[in-house]
């Protein structure tokens, strides 16, 4: 059966500039290829205008409807950040803030439309706290419709108050290498068995 995915880099920095969390998807991306996942691209928020709100369209400009229809297009839907003031960026939270207008949309069997779709998170930073932004992110994306699996993450943390970025290790982390492609296993199986067996209605 064969899956897609989709993701999302809410790196400040614009598609202009290098970015760690581009790095980390490109690798998560990849090894959910290798389970048979196939990738539809990833945006740069940065780049785009979404604008403030918790409506799945804000008006004339507003670039999250195509967005939203990516989401909603693919298998898996992931996420990342880097880690800033231990929080996840401001670009992931205005996802998440427009991801609510989740509760109040149905599909044709009148269940919310992003379930039977998994979600994962990838987060970087030079400081901690990786496991609670992740905590933040899998919270809200449960709350809009996500399933969330098992090991459903993947991270780099660097030495804290330091400029080595995950951008600046061409061959990575081992143990990154290792929990992304756990993250790619899991929610390859989790997308896998939902395509086959959907949440009932009601």
């Not at 400009?61 to 839907?77: K, N, S, T």
Request: charged share 20%; proline share 3%.
């Amino acid at each position: 059966m064969g899956l897609s995915a989709f993701a999302l880099n809410c790196s400040l920095k614009s598609s202009a500039e290098s970015s760690s969390t581009e790095k980390l998807l490109d690798e998560l991306l990849f090894a959910l290829e290798e389970h048979g996942v196939s990738g539809h691209g990833t945006v740069r928020i940065a780049d785009c205008d979404v604008r403030a709100g918790v409506t799945s369209d804000e008006g004339s400009g507003d670039d999250w409807p195509a967005i939203r229809r990516q989401i909603l297009a693919a298998d898996i839907f992931v996420l990342g950040t880097p880690i800033w003031l231990g929080h996840p960026s401001s670009h992931a939270q205005r996802v998440l803030e427009r991801l609510d207008a989740f509760h109040g949309e149905q599909d044709d069997q009148g269940r919310m439309v992003s379930l039977d779709r998994v979600a994962l998170v990838a987060v970087v930073g030079n400081e901690d706290g990786a496991h609670h932004v992740a905590a933040e992110l899998f919270q809200g994306l449960n709350d809009v419709g996500f399933t969330i699996p098992a090991n459903g993450m993947t991270y780099w943390v660097g030495e804290a108050m330091h400029s080595t970025d995950y951008r600046d290790l061409p061959a990575g982390s081992e143990k990154t290498h290792a929990a992304t492609k756990l993250a790619a296993a899991q929610g390859a199986h989790l997308a896998r068995l939902l395509a086959g067996h959907a949440y009932p209605a009601g």
